[in-house]
């Protein structure tokens, strides 16, 4: 709510902003333009007392020649000249066009140059507030992030207190303390697991982590990995279907496409009901490998389809979530994908419809 | 009488912990994973204390709470959370919890805190006067029905704070009540309320029950010791 609050005090100060630079600068060119116009009023008004003043050398001068009075003119006031048919006095034609051109171009350079500004400073301000707004959105999702990982660290330790307190100050049956030892050892997994999932996910960020390439049996590699989760697939109760090809290499690391499958897979048996289906399809067509990942659980709206691969995005509200995670799954997929030159997508028909996970990776070149 | 808590808990092997050691203390338990289902049951079979963690599937534990309070049911709500942020806390106290306890805890602390919420709750229930109706300055004040109908002859609706001050004041009339018993009877936990809480309580009942707040007949401030309440017999 508060997040929300901040987005919209961003977007209202935008609008200030460019409201208050538009008005600076629309002022500015009125201000120029305005400024040039009164430049050739004031161009003029001295041209008409030159002219005055011409008339009045004249007069004071009874003994002036054509000849002595043109010198004088052109020595004094070079925008004048003699009308040759009424021998009045007047302001050269082509210096009066010459200030309706300098006059006009003034305008012109102004208001284009004024757009010019408005643009570049309207394309400031917008970027500014993507930039307020992007930061914004990734503090909040590294708000959850920590939350969920405090989460994640404390319920364990949480159930491992209560444990221990009871262990310490019960009068227990033997079967009552080798449950709670059992229930112990989960939450120990839980936390080595956790811990283990964040130092993954450091060295994958870590650029000078690149990944070693090495042709690898991804089909044995990952029938190897499905047998870790068949207790938990037995104890959900899931319908899981797996189709492996034989021999498909593919020019990954072994440790990172371990991610991928287990990243997936956990996803998968997670966020499927009990009882329901999982399917996992690894396979290879003529120009690339597939690994299919498809559920019928809780799924997700379909314009989340993109930002589900954002590094701590997690979908639904933190309060009622009832998943354990860290947004930091998925994420981790897309990298290594990409990491290996393929790529990772998402489908869902919506929530509670189930989801498709595909990671294609590029077949390699005899 | 062995009273009946609920486990409103969605992380199994916590929720089985604590149902252990309450039901090794005598106490009768019950574990509900989901919030949307723990309000359905609160609500068709309200226990003596319930023990509600935040994050839950369904509902979260503040709607959970919420929920209980709107339709009236004054059932003493324990939080427990990995929530420990100032804000959080507040708002569960605010919502109507009794107490909030923050994850890792450990379980001699949460056992005295449960006792401590039932013996305020045993203590409040305990009629302070014939038919739990308090009587003075053309006020009365219904302890069950949390409900008070003032000189003016309005009829408010009383919170649970405002009537275990109030029961506590009219149980000692005539004495000072300082603010330490103030907090342990009607609060029992010590990081919450300020002493600026207790202050706008007192300032409240005024504003009901006095005709004028500012020279108060009835709720009085003895400054530097607390607070006295001084029924019809004794007010001056």
């Known amino acids: 709510m508060k997040k929300k609050t901040r987005t919209s005090r961003h977007f209202v100060l935008f609008i200030i902003l460019a409201t208050l630079a538009l008005a600076q600068l629309s002022w500015w060119i009125f201000y120029q333009v305005g400024e040039g116009n009164r430049y050739s009023v004031f161009q003029e008004k001295i041209w008409n007392q030159q002219i005055v003043t011409a008339e009045l050398w004249k007069e004071s001068h009874p003994d002036w020649t054509e000849k002595r009075y043109h010198t004088w003119l052109m020595a004094n006031f070079p925008d004048l000249a003699t009308d040759e048919s009424t021998g009045a006095v007047i302001i050269k034609s082509e210096k009066v066009s010459e200030l309706n051109r300098l006059s006009a171009g003034r305008r012109r350079m102004f208001i284009s140059e004024g757009v010019f500004f408005s643009i570049l400073l309207l394309l400031g301000i917008g970027y500014m507030y993507w930039t307020m707004r992007r930061e914004v959105i990734v503090e909040k999702q590294q708000a959850g992030f920590l939350s969920a990982t405090s989460h994640e660290l404390k319920t364990p330790i949480t159930s491992l207190q209560i444990y221990l307190d009871t262990l310490a100050e019960r009068k227990l049956s033997k079967e009552q303390k080798q449950s709670l030892i059992g229930d112990m050892k989960d939450d120990l997994d839980r936390l080595l697991a956790l811990i283990e999932r964040l130092l993954r996910t450091q060295s994958v960020m870590d650029k000078r982590n690149r990944p070693q390439l090495e042709i690898q049996n991804i089909s044995e590699i990952t029938s190897e990995l499905i047998k870790r989760f068949e207790n938990r697939i037995v104890a959900k109760k899931i319908k899981f279907t797996c189709q492996i090809e034989d021999g498909i290499f593919a020019r990954v690391e072994d440790e990172r496409w371990r991610i991928i499958v287990n990243n997936l897979l956990e996803n998968a048996i997670k966020y499927t009901g009990q009882q329901g289906r999982v399917s996992l399809n690894l396979s290879q067509s003529n120009n690339r490998i597939n690994l299919i990942l498809e559920d019928n659980g809780i799924g997700f709206p379909k314009r989340e389809q993109e930002r589900i691969f954002q590094r701590f995005y997690r979908i639904g509200n933190e309060d009622t979530r009832s998943a354990q995670g860290t947004g930091l799954g998925l994420f981790l997929v897309r990298e290594i994908a990409e990491s290996f030159d393929g790529r990772a997508y998402a489908f869902s028909e919506g929530e509670q419809k189930g989801a498709r996970f595909t990671v294609e990776l590029p077949v390699i070149k005899e | ?236």
């Open chain 2, 1 to 236: 009488m062995t009273e009946h808590i609920y486990i409103v808990e969605d992380e199994e092997n916590i929720a089985k912990g604590i149902r252990l050691n309450l039901e090794a203390e005598g106490f009768r338990t019950e574990i509900i994973p989901n919030g949307k289902d723990a309000i359905a049951r609160i609500i068709k079979k309200p226990p003596d204390l319930v023990l509600l963690d935040v994050m839950l599937p369904g509902a979260s534990g503040f709607e959970v709470c919420d929920s209980v309070r709107q339709h009236g049911l004054r059932v003493p709500i324990l939080f427990l959370t990995v929530r420990e942020s100032e804000d959080d806390r507040v708002k569960g106290l605010e919502l109507g919890g009794d107490d909030y306890m923050t994850k890792p805890f450990s379980v001699r602390e949460l056992i005295q805190r449960i006792r401590a919420i039932l013996r305020r709750e045993q203590w409040y229930q305990q009629t302070a006067t014939p038919d739990n109706l308090l009587l003075f300055g053309g006020n009365e004040v219904n302890f069950t029905a949390y409900k008070a109908i003032t000189f003016r002859g309005e009829e408010i609706s009383l919170t649970q704070k405002e009537c275990m001050l109030m029961k506590l004041l009219v149980e000692n009339e005539g004495n000072v009540i300082d603010r330490d018993t103030i907090l342990d009877k009607v609060w029992g936990y010590d990081r919450y309320p300020s002493s600026r809480t207790i202050d706008n309580l007192i300032l409240r009942l005024r504003k009901y029950f006095e005709v004028s707040p500012r020279e108060p007949r009835y709720i009085h401030t003895i400054y530097g010791a607390g607070y006295r309440f001084t029924g019809d017999s004794t007010a001056a």
